[in-house]
């Protein structure tokens, strides 16, 4: 088995038990892809039909409002992706999902992943113990947007994504804050010790 698949497996068995006769399950289901930087995993308006797990590179999460991106979140190495909203009903996404670095994906189609569930001894626990990871993250995030100032949000950032502040522009990073990019390069230069 690729390295590919051994990082999923790992990922996998950080929530499951796999046995030796399951891998060629998961690696069956699952097909590797490739986005190059700047490429799209997910538009608006398309429907999300894959989740995808982050071999190599980075993705973000937006919203356009009046032409204004709002990061909300991040893919690295070793993560799941998807817009589960979309991917669960099958109806047309209102987020994108863009690739901040050249990005290695596997992908599982929504029917495979059903297999999966079903045919992994723990599948049905897995995707319950990932729902339930996810759900708690998103509530932190709208918890942090609403209780935390900028430099407090910038600081979560940093303890969320302590490897991404040098990957992820900085007009990106202040979109995630919700300030501008001004703003945030006063933050970075006070905590430098320098005059702005």
Not at 12 to 38: N, P, Y
Not at 162 to 187: F, H, M, N, T
Request: hydrophobic share 35%.
């Amino acid at each position: 088995m690729n390295t590919d698949y051994t990082s999923l497996l790992q990922a996998i068995r950080h929530w499951v038990t796999v046995h030796s006769e399951e891998e060629s399950i998961i690696s069956a289901l699952f097909e590797r892809r490739h986005i190059a930087s700047d490429d799209f995993f997910l538009r608006a308006d398309d429907v999300c039909h894959y989740v995808g797990f982050v071999v190599d590179g980075l993705l973000r999460y937006y919203i356009l409002d009046d032409g204004i991106e709002h990061t909300y979140d991040f893919s690295p190495e070793r993560t799941f992706t998807c817009n589960y909203e979309s991917f669960l009903t099958q109806t047309p996404s209102t987020r994108f999902i863009q690739a901040i670095e050249d990005t290695t994906l596997l992908v599982i189609s929504y029917d495979n992943l059903q297999l999966l569930y079903a045919r992994l001894h723990e599948g049905q626990k897995f995707g319950r113990l990932v729902a339930e990871d996810l759900f708690v993250g998103m509530l932190q995030k709208l918890t942090s947007f609403y209780n935390e100032n900028a430099e407090e949000r910038y600081d979560t950032f940093l303890r969320s994504f302590p490897d991404l502040q040098e990957r992820v522009p900085q007009y990106v990073i202040a979109s995630y804050v919700g300030i501008k990019p001004q703003s945030l390069s006063r933050i970075r230069a006070q905590r430098a010790g320098k005059q702005y």
